[in-house]
């Protein structure tokens, strides 16, 4: 059996209940809705974690953030975990990595052959939070409501510049691979930054919401009283009460954000095109994910850091030879790419990583879907278990949630407490208890931060090195040199070749 190509497309915050089953019909993106008809598109999929780096570290490894020691956006991705791109280039694939991946630490690669430009984000220890000290907040890195009030129109900005640049590596990768110079199949994994705040955006994507009917919340902000205490700690932490939020920002920060959501869409076209045209397409895998969502204003929350829908669902969709398209329901998780994309390369999970919370998406409904948390925002570690349509939440410092999804989707009725539901809630306190220590966990992470804290600051004492990747082009072996023969380039540097 002829193994696939594997083109993983990930992007930034991307809210996972704009993606009903593939992307909503008012969204004006082409390309995602193309894909997505001829996707096995997973309906109600979480993310490990919601925040970039212990994320996007489940998202490598199938392993939450207990296993992976990735807490928060600052904890060293250790080199001896396996993440998917190790697991296929055992097996003999290429590997590639275009764009965003938040690595803290010294290893950049995490098992990938290749890596086409720098990340968007530092690779050092500075954005750790402290448990020791509750209630700090981090100004410098800290999210904040900036990003609210100062949304609109940009022809460029950082994030704009990065995955402009993200997309152009991925296109000029894909054209490289066509050139059949190396024989093995390839993964390719391509991350934008975008639609992550600030909600900047370029004209021609803004205009095309303009009369966009879904500029208003569903739920509109809640008085601060009224917010369950972790909410509460986010909107502390991003400083809400510091700003003046009117109707009109609101707007605007959501109309910059779907913009944004077109504009990635737009550069997914581009590397689909690509593909095609290099006829790669037939025999590639194409799974499209997010590292975690956006609570877009949704009872006055901003960002993630919350295991709230709008932050913890992520759209989650696979196309490819053999792969059945169609709406699946039941609950998945982002831990579960790494496992899918093993299986679909012929890798035995078994023989090298025996220990995963994550499930092949092909093998059929998985067991209840856990996440965690422990980073900015949070006292103490949070957890939480999707099974079916309930969602349960447990921590040390804050009264346990439950709630049931299909009867209330906006999650404004918090049943643990309630008498009628007294046995489910105390089933889905249970088995969170059986599954997680939350007094070991504790321990951990205030270990984790207290040495990383410490590490830091003396290594911004005296002669800094930065972690940050540095991609090196040899310019000596690009194009034309007199140590090559210009006959010999030439033809192997075409495709398609005698037409």
């Known amino acids: ?37 001829r996707s096995r598109r997973f309906a109600r999929s979480y993310t490990a974690s919601p925040l970039c780096a212990p994320g996007r570290a489940g998202f490598m490894t199938g392993r939450l953030p207990s296993g992976t020691r990735v807490y928060d956006n600052a904890a060293e991705f250790a080199s001896d975990l396996p993440t998917f791109a190790h697991h296929l280039r055992r097996a003999g694939y290429r590997t590639c990595l275009s764009g965003k991946m938040h690595f803290v630490g010294p290893d950049q690669l995490h098992g990938f052959e290749e890596r086409t430009n720098t ?22 890195w800290y999210h904040n409501m900036g990003s609210v009030t100062g949304a609109g129109v940009a022809e460029i900005t950082n994030q704009l510049e990065y995955d402009d640049e993200v997309a152009h590596c991925a296109e000029q990768k894909l054209y490289d691979l066509s050139r059949g110079h190396d024989a093995r199949p390839w993964c390719l994994t391509v991350s934008f930054t975008h639609p992550h705040d600030p909600y900047v955006a370029r004209r021609r994507f803004w205009d095309l919401y303009g009369d966009c009917a879904h500029l208003e919340p ?23 009460a510091a700003f003046e939020i009117t109707p009109e920002n609101v707007r605007r920060a959501r109309r910059g954000y779907f913009a944004n959501v077109s504009y990635i869409d737009d550069k997914i076209a581009g590397i689909l095109d690509v593909l095609k045209r290099t006829r790669q397409a037939e025999r590639t895998v194409i799974l499209f994910t997010s590292d975690h969502g956006d609570m877009l204003g949704e009872r006055g929350l901003w960002f993630k850091m919350s295991f709230l829908e709008g932050s913890a669902r992520v759209p989650l969709m696979i196309a490819g030879p053999g792969i059945a398209e169609g709406r699946v329901e039941h609950p998945a998780s982002t831990l579960d790419v790494a496992p899918t994309l093993a299986a679909l390369a012929g890798v035995d999970l078994g023989e090298v990583s025996p220990w995963c919370d994550g499930a092949d998406l092909m093998a059929g409904p998985r067991g209840p879907v856990p996440m965690e948390y422990a980073a900015e925002a949070s006292v103490a570690p949070m957890v939480a278990l999707v099974d079916g349509s309930w969602k349960g939440t447990l921590c040390a410092a804050d009264p346990p949630q439950l709630f049931d999804l299909a009867a209330d989707p906006s999650e404004r009725h918090n049943l643990a407490a309630e008498p009628a539901h007294a046995a489910r809630a105390a089933a889905m306190a249970a088995a969170m208890r059986e599954r997680w220590d939350l007094d070991a966990f504790d321990a951990a992470v205030r270990d984790s931060q207290a040495r990383r804290l410490v590490v830091y600051e003396a290594l911004r004492n005296g002669a800094y090195y930065p972690w940050d990747y540095q991609p090196l082009q040899k310019a000596s072996e690009r194009y034309m040199r007199n140590h090559m023969d210009l006959n010999v380039l030439e033809e192997a540097q075409r495709f398609p070749r005698g037409e």
């Not at 909503?24 to 390309?31: E, I």
């Not at 050092?124 to 410098?140: A, K, L, M, N, S």
């Not at 509109?220 to 909410?231: A, M, T, V, Y």
Request: hydrophobic share 35%; charged share 30%.
């Open 119 to 140: 990340d968007v984000y530092p690779a050092d220890f500075g954005w750790t939070p402290d448990y020791r000290r509750p209630g700090e907040r981090i100004d410098w």
């Open 1 to 37: 059996m002829t193994r696939p190509n594997i083109l993983v497309l990930m992007v930034d915050q991307l809210n996972g209940t704009l993606f009903p089953d593939g992307p909503a019909d008012w969204l004006h993106v082409p390309a995602l809705k193309h894909l997505a008809e």
């Open 218 to 240: 569903g739920t509109g902000e809640l008085p601060w009283e009224e917010h369950d205490p972790h909410s509460r700690r986010i909107l502390d932490s991003c400083e809400r």
